[in-house]
């Protein structure tokens, strides 16, 4: 028997990335998935290179329209009767030097990576304490621990992700409903662009990662089903960090690194 036979799971950002390994996951292991972005035609495909394609029901939602948010949920419980599990995947991110950081590049920044984890987490815990409980995992990053610039922006929504997420546990423990983050680190997804097909660039990287390399998707997504697993069934306001190793420290004496891999 699957982990999440039975269990109906809403996943934004489903479309690529993080994402594309959380939906192939979840469907995998016996869940239906509930998938939402921005993209008809990506989801389309990340739904038909899944195990189990039956499974997966697509939706496209713009995460920065507060009543869109509100109504993925809703439509989700509507198609699948329940969820059981809400895992809030979606994000952007901008580099812009703090001195010129447009504030429209904030606003859309903190919409998408906190108000509409907040809204679609605030819609679906309501369902979840009516319904006898449920999980919420948020995606957020190392960068909500270390700094990486510039990228003011992005960094504090994830750090205010990190503490919604803990606060929310707090308040929704004793209703059944628990509340997590995943924080990977360096993750070859379409975020970094073509930036890790360039030697230098891939190197300065990796030498900052113990292990000397960046993670595949579908190790941040094996976190992401460990935490919305009844396997973690007493874990809550937690946040497991997929790095590497990379926020443990940096090394003191540059003599001592380990080497990083020739391209």
């Known amino acids: 028997m699957a982990r999440f036979d039975g269990r109906n799971v809403i996943v934004t950002g489903g479309s690529g990335g993080i994402g594309r390994a959380i939906v192939h996951a979840f469907a995998a292991d016996g869940a239906r998935v509930y998938s939402a972005g921005r993209s008809e035609e990506r989801l389309e495909k990340v739904r038909v290179e899944s195990a189990a394609p039956e499974r997966v029901q697509t939706a496209v939602v713009d995460l920065r329209d507060r009543e869109q948010v509100r109504r993925m949920v809703r439509d989700a419980i ?7 599990v809400l895992v809030n995947n979606a994000g952007i991110a901008y580099s812009d030097p703090v001195l010129d950081l447009p504030e429209a590049h904030w606003d859309e920044t903190f919409a998408v990576n906190l108000d509409a984890p907040f809204l679609a987490s605030q819609e679906a815990a309501r369902h979840m304490v ?29 750090a205010a992700l990190v503490m919604m997420t803990r606060s929310m546990a707090h308040e929704l423990g004793h209703l059944g409903v628990r509340c997590n983050c995943v924080a990977p680190g360096e993750t070859l997804t379409p975020m970094l662009g073509d930036d890790m097909d360039q030697p230098a660039f891939r190197r300065s990287y990796l030498a900052r990662i113990p292990m000397r390399r960046a993670a595949a998707p579908e190790e941040p997504a094996a976190a992401v089903l460990f ?37």
Do not use: C
């Open 78 to 84: 509507e198609a699948m009767g329940r969820v059981h």
């Open 130 to 158: 009516e319904a006898g409980g449920g999980a919420i995992v948020n995606i957020a990053s190392t960068d909500a621990f270390s700094v990486e610039s510039p990228q003011t922006h992005y960094n504090a929504s994830k």
């Open 227 to 263: 935490l919305a697993s009844d396997e973690a069934s007493y874990i809550s306001g937690e946040t497991i960090i997929v790095d590497g190793g990379q926020t443990a420290g940096d090394w003191y004496d540059p003599r001592d690194e380990p080497p990083v891999p020739e391209d």
